[in-house]
């Protein structure tokens, strides 16, 4: 399973847009690329997914590049709120689907 | 539409004891996992299920975790004796579709 690697942490301001990118260089032709928040004291929660291209929805948007070798979770306008621990993940079909949480990226909304 | 339920959310207990932690996942969901996630870090895979079968156990301490998911819908994972590592959040999620789990709250661990 394609293993995943993004920052550690970011900081933004409150109503910037924050972008953040996910490598995963050895995703396969069957791989899904999906995004979790996760809060303190809370379950992972589904952002939104892709394959390729450009997937937008009420929360955030997805880009992913033709090569799939990355891919980067755009978050318009954060809010306070937003603070949260971000999981890249890239999901695999193996007969109910696979998938490998890495360390995620801690976001920092600042007022 | 009602969420995954775990219970207890929190439970302190001394190395060697055991300790059980149930599930409910939402209703018509096939998948159920269990993860434990330490602290700062991120959710490892413990168990997969479909249906009342297992389909990924690789990471499951097998010598003192067990899981069980009786009629392809409630589970109980189990830790008999416990250490002082596993102190951990245990999150049980599930899904319907190929990608999207939804998770339940979490079951806090403290191990003295």
């Known amino acids: 399973l394609a293993k995943t690697t993004q920052p550690i942490s970011m900081d933004s301001y409150e109503g910037q847009e924050v972008n953040i990118t996910c490598s995963h260089n050895?995703?396969?032709?069957?791989?899904?690329i999906t995004w979790y928040q996760q809060f303190p004291s809370q379950g992972p929660r589904f952002i939104i997914q892709?394959?390729?291209t450009k997937v937008t929805n009420e929360v955030a948007s997805l880009f992913i590049p033709a090569d799939r070798k990355s891919s980067t979770l755009s978050l318009p306008r954060v809010s306070l709120s937003d603070t949260a621990v971000y999981y890249c993940?890239?999901?695999?079909?193996?007969?109910?689907?696979?998938?490998?949480f890495g360390a995620g990226t801690r976001l920092f909304v600042k007022a | 539409e009602a969420g995954v339920a775990q219970s207890p959310r929190y439970k302190i207990i001394e190395k060697r004891q055991s300790v059980a932690f149930w599930c409910n996942p939402i209703s018509g969901h096939a998948t159920l996992y269990w993860y434990q996630q330490i602290l700062g870090q991120g959710p490892k895979l413990l168990i997969q299920?479909?249906?009342?079968?297992?389909?990924?156990d690789s990471q499951l301490p097998k010598d003192r975790f067990s899981a069980e998911r009786l009629k392809g819908v409630d589970s109980t994972l189990k830790i008999q004796p416990a250490k002082l590592e596993d102190s951990a959040v245990y999150l049980c999620?599930?899904?319907?579709?190929?990608?999207?789990?939804?998770f339940g709250p979490g079951t806090r661990l403290l191990v003295l």
């Open positions: 299920f479909q249906n009342n079968g297992v389909v990924d």
């Open positions: 892709g394959y390729k």
């Open positions: 050895n995703i396969a032709t069957n791989d899904y």
């Open positions: 999620a599930s899904s319907l579709g190929p990608v999207t789990q939804y």
């Open positions: 993940l890239v999901a695999r079909n193996t007969g109910g689907f696979k998938t490998i």
